[in-house]
């Protein structure tokens, strides 16, 4: 029962141009998400999160959108550029317990 | 990953031969978590600890065990390793000031693979 699902095993999107990585949950009691990269050979790396109270988060590039009646959320870059090119990972947990990972998303952007 | 050591970082083993990963932290956080990579289904939680000599078992548990003697160190040993323990595996640890939400930080990893 995969509690986070990212359905886009892949993802290829030009330079400059914007990447949008999505990610289903279905566990209501998830009251905070997060969004890990990896790059090969690596530990994923926390890219940015968002609480369960908001709708949006913004860093730089990088914003992330919850929908919480769709349980869905969404990671866009802006723009996208060739150093982005990794495994993007969804993430949720509930309560500060256990983190839930997704399968992960492979994004390639291409110069 | 500054903070979180993952020895060894690669490792071939036969089936049925027992091997020990250690994920050592110098951050003196007292979460700490043992997660694997495997393609397709991204990482899944085997143990973690919530504290010095604590664990607890998370989604994929069978065929591994852990200790935490210490607070710094987080031991995974296979028993008796299987070819479906091919995989790579993370330490995550879990800061302090990050207890609300989940936000680890991770070892570079370690990949095993039984023959």
């Known amino acids: 029962d995969q509690q986070v699902k990212q359905n886009s095993p892949s993802l290829s999107v030009q330079e400059g141009r914007i990447s949008i990585l999505n990610c289903d949950y279905t566990n209501s009691m998830f009251d905070y998400f997060l969004w890990y990269k990896k790059y090969p050979a690596e530990g994923p790396t926390f890219l940015i999160s968002?609480?369960?109270?908001?709708d949006k988060n913004e860093d730089g590039r990088f914003t992330v959108f919850l929908n919480k009646s769709a349980k869905h959320l969404s990671l866009h870059i802006v723009p996208s550029q060739p150093g982005d090119s990794a495994v993007y990972f969804c993430?949720?947990?509930?309560?500060?317990?256990?983190?839930?990972f997704g399968a992960g998303t492979i994004l390639r952007v291409k110069s | 990953n500054a903070g979180v050591t993952q020895t060894p970082k690669f490792r071939v083993l036969k089936t049925g031969q027992s091997m020990t990963l250690l994920c050592a932290q110098d951050m003196n956080h007292e979460y700490m978590y043992w997660y694997r990579q495997d393609p397709g289904m991204g990482l899944r939680l085997i143990h973690y600890?919530?504290?010095?000599?604590?664990?607890a078992k998370g989604e994929v548990p069978d065929g591994y065990n852990v200790s935490r003697l210490k607070k710094q160190n987080f031991l995974l040993g296979l028993e008796s390793a299987a070819p479906s323990q091919t995989s790579v595996y993370f330490c995550?640890?879990?800061?302090?000031?990050?207890?609300?939400?989940?936000?680890?930080?991770f070892g570079e990893g370690s990949r095993l693979t039984v023959l």
């Open positions: 993430a949720a947990s509930a309560y500060g317990n256990k983190l839930v």
């Open positions: 995550g640890v879990l800061p302090t000031q990050g207890a609300n939400t989940g936000e680890l930080f």
């Open positions: 600890s919530v504290g010095e000599g604590t664990t």
């Open positions: 968002i609480s369960s109270i908001k």
